[in-house]
C-alpha cells in the first residue's frame, strides 16, 4: 500500500519531471531552428551537454555544502534532470565509476549503455517492422 510520504515523492519527481520536459521542447526547439538547412542534431545535443554541466554544478554544490533537501534532490536530479536528459545521470554514473578507479566497470558500463541502448532502439524498430508487416 502506497503510504502519504511515498505519494508526496512520486508527485515531486513528476513536478520536476514537468519542468525538465518542458525545458527539454523549449530548449532543443529554439536550438534547432536556429540551425535550419544543417542536419545535426544540436537541439538534442544541446539539451544533453546542458544537462551534464547542471548537473555537474549542483552534485558539487550538494556534496560540498549539502544545501539540497531530499526532497529538493528529487526533484532536480530524478525529475527535472531525469527528464531534461537522462544522459546526464549516465555519464555522472560514468565519471562516479572513474573516480573511484574503478576503471574497467566503468568502460564496460559506458560501452553497454551505448552499444546496448543502439542495439535496443534497432530491435524496437524491427520488432515494430515485424508487426506492422504481419498485421497489415
Not at 518542458?22 to 544543417?38: D, H, M, P, W
Not at 544540436?42 to 551534464?52: A, I, P
Not at 533537501?69 to 565509476?97: C, H, Q
Not at 543502439?118 to 515485424?130: D, H, I, P, S
Request: aromatic share 16%; hydrophobic share 55%; proline share 1%.
Amino acid at each position: 500500500m502506497l503510504n502519504l510520504q511515498y505519494i508526496f515523492q512520486l508527485l515531486i519527481i513528476g513536478m520536476g519531471g514537468f519542468v525538465g520536459a518542458t525545458l527539454r521542447f523549449v530548449i532543443s526547439t529554439y536550438v534547432q531552428q536556429l540551425n535550419k538547412g544543417l542536419f545535426f542534431p544540436w537541439g538534442t545535443l544541446t539539451v544533453n551537454l546542458l544537462g551534464c554541466l547542471i548537473i555537474g554544478l549542483l552534485l558539487q554544490l550538494n556534496e560540498s555544502w549539502q544545501i539540497f533537501s531530499p526532497e529538493v534532490k528529487r526533484f532536480i536530479f530524478i525529475g527535472l534532470l531525469g527528464s531534461l536528459t537522462t544522459y546526464s545521470t549516465f555519464s555522472n554514473d560514468a565519471l562516479n565509476l572513474i573516480m573511484e578507479h574503478r576503471y574497467v566497470v566503468s568502460m564496460i558500463y559506458i560501452t553497454s549503455q551505448l552499444f546496448f541502448g543502439l542495439f535496443a532502439v534497432l530491435m524496437g524498430r524491427l520488432m515494430t517492422q515485424f508487426i506492422i508487416g504481419k498485421i497489415f
